[in-house]
């Protein structure tokens, strides 16, 4: 089975609508990110989280919001999408060794804003 | 804001030849990473070099890193069409958060 799982792997929605896209992992990791790919711009970091009780803001974090269930949960919530928010969502984790964080990534949710 | 910038946006290449990318960065950096992505899939990591480290390698991947010039490369040796992806340099800016900045990739295509 796959360390990191995101659901739902594509999506189809309206403007104004409410879209919660979520992640598991099972590597055990404290350290969680969620972030955004737009064709032409790489991996652009919209929420991270180093703990269960530590959430920051990523570089494009407006429109999002994300919730921390547990340890190996971390949702990604855009209350009404819009259809800019149109693009390619990863969830990955890391977890610090030797001062160095690798990340791992689950396989991307497509989602469309119509 | 990105830190790294990768170069060329995009290359292609025959099966058998060597395909290097390289990446460029504005601040100090703990360790650089490269990572690879298949089409529409997420990043798999290939490689770490830390700071105090000029070269690595690991299978057909070498890496350098030149910290004066802030800029490293990656090296892929006798390509194969499976290379087929985009790869992606991240760098760590450091300042005790280790959170990698991503650069917008390169583009390969090996040709079989």
């Known amino acids: 089975d796959a360390d990191v799982t995101q659901t739902p792997r594509n999506r189809i929605t309206k403007t104004g609508k409410r879209i919660m896209l979520e992640c598991s992992q099972t590597k055990g990791h404290d350290r969680m990110y969620w972030y955004r790919q737009d064709p032409g711009l790489g991996l652009q970091l919209i929420y991270y989280?180093?703990?269960?009780?530590?959430?920051n803001k990523g570089e494009i974090s407006d429109g999002y919001s994300v919730s921390r269930q547990a340890q190996a949960k971390f949702s990604l919530s855009l209350e009404s999408a819009i259809p800019n928010q149109t693009a390619l969502y990863f969830c990955a984790t890391s977890g610090r060794t030797a001062g160095t964080d690798t990340q791992y990534f689950g396989p991307g949710t497509r989602l469309t804003v119509l | 804001s990105q830190q790294g910038e990768e170069d060329p946006q995009a290359l292609s290449i025959q099966e058998g030849e060597n395909a290097t990318m390289n990446c460029s960065y504005k601040t100090s950096i703990n360790n650089l990473q490269w990572y690879r992505q298949n089409s529409g899939r997420g990043l798999v990591h290939l490689i770490l070099i830390r700071s105090n480290e000029r070269e690595k390698h690991s299978g057909r991947l070498r890496v350098t890193l030149d910290t004066s010039k802030k800029s490293s490369s990656l090296l892929i040796t006798a390509s194969r069409a499976a290379d087929t992806a985009s790869y992606f340099c991240?760098?760590?800016?450091?300042?005790?958060?280790?959170?990698?900045?991503f650069g917008r990739g390169t583009s390969l295509i090996v040709h079989p």
């Open positions: 991240a760098t760590d800016a450091g300042g005790g958060s280790y959170i990698p900045t």
């Open positions: 989280s180093f703990d269960v009780k530590d959430i």
